[in-house]
């Protein structure tokens, strides 16, 4: 079955430090992989997605993520992060084609960001 | 930008009560979904929509859930007799035309269903 480990349950970085969040999934071939954050009060907003072709995607507000095959991993980066970035983060393992349509998250990755 | 719009944001219910949670997705959306997260654990994939019937349902979506497309817009998930462990926060999400596969589910602001 698919799984999603978020390691880290809470984050704290400075604003202008560079942040990295980890993602480790498991998955039988090679999956769909999603970055979502919720800032609170708000819904979940897709940060940025991976389906196949290169390996380092781009999203949105300056965010990155990299697909390692060999480490099962999905992690989430920004050079450089601003207050505003406060919020939790949820990665997910996506529908496949002829599986199943649900997404599957992690626990999430809870960040706060210091002035 | 198109959303998806839930209403409403809260709803206090007493136990045994039916609830019905509202959504209007994305208009040109063809997949619908609900999603719910119990404070302090992960969000969990209920059930899925496609053609006016059910697609894909967990093993959470028991028979006192059902979900509705009652007209071209809503899409709404009814609990028929609330227990205190539905307490959650319910999402809806869309995803477009090729929906399973790996299409983008997009995803409303919530509903907070407190069962007490």
């Known amino acids: 079955a698919q799984s999603v480990t978020q390691p880290d349950i809470h984050i704290t970085v400075s604003e202008g430090a560079s942040l990295e969040l980890r993602c480790n999934y498991s998955?039988?071939?090679?999956?769909?992989l999603f970055w979502y954050v919720q800032s609170p009060g708000q819904g979940l907003q897709l940060l940025l997605k991976?389906?196949?072709?290169?390996?380092l995607v781009q999203g949105i507000k300056g965010f990155e993520a990299e697909f390692k095959r060999s480490q099962s991993s999905f992690n989430l980066r920004k050079p450089s992060v601003h207050w505003s970035d406060a919020a939790e983060y949820f990665c997910?393992?996506?529908?496949?084609?002829?599986?199943?349509?649900?997404?599957?998250f992690g626990k999430g990755t809870k960040l706060t960001v210091n002035p | 930008e198109p959303e998806v719009t839930q209403t409403p944001s809260h709803q206090v219910t007493q136990m045994g009560q039916e609830v019905i949670l509202r959504c209007v997705p994305i208009s040109n959306h063809l997949y619908f979904y609900w999603y719910r997260q119990i404070l302090g654990q992960k969000v969990e994939f209920l059930v899925s929509f496609y053609n006016n019937e059910i697609s894909e349902k967990s093993e959470i979506f028991d028979d006192q859930f059902s979900v509705e497309r009652p007209d071209g817009s809503n899409f709404t998930l009814k609990i028929r007799s609330t227990k205190l462990e539905d307490s959650a926060m319910y999402f809806c999400?869309?995803?477009?035309?090729?929906?399973?596969?790996?299409?983008?589910?997009?995803f409303g602001p919530g509903t907070r269903l407190l069962v007490l």
């Open positions: 998955y039988g071939a090679t999956p769909y």
């Open positions: 999400a869309s995803s477009g035309v090729a929906g399973g596969l790996g299409e983008t589910q997009y």
């Open positions: 991976y389906f196949s072709g290169d390996t």
């Open positions: 997910a393992v996506g529908p496949t084609q002829g599986g199943s349509e649900k997404l599957v």
